[in-house]
C-alpha cells in the first residue's frame, strides 16, 4: 500500500505521468536539482551513489527547480541532456517543478510537512552561507536552496532531510541511508 507521498502525481522528465509509488519498497532520497549551481557538482556525488547503493534498494530521484536565482532555466530535455552528458545520469529525473512558495508542488509540500528542519551537516549552516552572498535565505520550513535532500523509506515514511550542502558522500547522509537500506518493508 502507497503513501501519501507516494501518491502524489508527479511527471518524468520525459513527460510520462506516474506518482513515486513505483518505487515502493525501496528508499528514495529525493532531491530539488539545477543545472546552473554552485551545488551542481553534487549531480555526480548524486550518481556515485546511486551505484553504490542501488542493488541494495536505494532510488535517487531528482527534481529539477528553478526557484533559486533562475539556475535551472532550461527546458526538461535540455536538463536530461545535461546531466547525461556531463554527468552520467542514470538515476530517475522528473519533470522540473517549483518547490517553494504558494505555487510549491504538492509532493514538496508534503515532504516539508514531514520533515520541517534540514539536518546541517557543515560548521557554518547553510542559510548563513546565503547571507555572505547577499541572498536572504527562505525561513524554516520552506526549502533554502538546490540540493536539499529528503530520505524515503521502504514503507513511505520521510524520515530525514538535509541541507542543500550536505554532499552526498557525507557520512551522516550515508550512514542514515545505509540505516534505512537495513530496515525491511513492514
Known amino acids: 500500500m502507497s503513501t501519501p507521498v507516494q501518491q502524489i502525481p508527479v511527471r518524468r522528465i520525459t513527460g ?10 525501496k528508499v528514495l532520497l ?20 546511486y ?14 527547480a528553478n526557484d533559486f536565482k533562475s ?9 536530461q541532456t545535461f546531466c547525461t552528458a556531463n554527468f552520467g545520469v542514470d538515476f530517475p529525473m522528473f519533470a522540473k517543478i517549483t518547490v517553494v512558495g ?9 515532504l516539508i510537512a514531514a520533515q520541517p528542519k ?7 549552516p547553510f542559510g548563513e552561507d546565503l547571507k555572505r552572498y547577499g541572498i536572504q535565505p527562505n525561513p524554516e520550513p520552506e526549502i533554502l536552496w538546490n540540493f536539499e535532500k529528503f530520505i524515503v523509506d521502504r514503507n513511505g515514511r ?17 550512514s542514515a541511508l545505509e540505516t534505512e537500506l537495513a530496515k525491511s518493508q513492514v
Not at 510520462?16 to 519498497?25: D, K
Not at 551505484?51 to 529539477?64: A, C, K, Q
Not at 534540514?118 to 557554518?124: D, F, H, L, R
Open 71 to 79: 539556475q535551472e532555466p532550461g527546458s526538461n530535455a535540455d536538463i
Open 16 to 25: 510520462e505521468e506516474t506518482t513515486l509509488g513505483e518505487y515502493n519498497g
Open 102 to 110: 504558494d505555487a510549491k508542488h504538492p509532493l514538496y509540500s508534503a
Open 51 to 64: 551505484r553504490n547503493y542501488r542493488d541494495r534498494g536505494l532510488v535517487i530521484v531528482g527534481f529539477p
Open 158 to 174: 520521510v524520515t530525514a532531510r538535509f541541507s542543500p550542502n550536505t554532499t552526498p558522500d557525507d557520512p551522516t547522509l550515508v
Open 30 to 49: 529525493i532531491v530539488n536539482v539545477a543545472s546552473k549551481c554552485g551545488l551542481t557538482p553534487q549531480y555526480a556525488g548524486l550518481e556515485q551513489l
Open 118 to 124: 534540514a539536518i546541517s551537516t557543515s560548521e557554518v
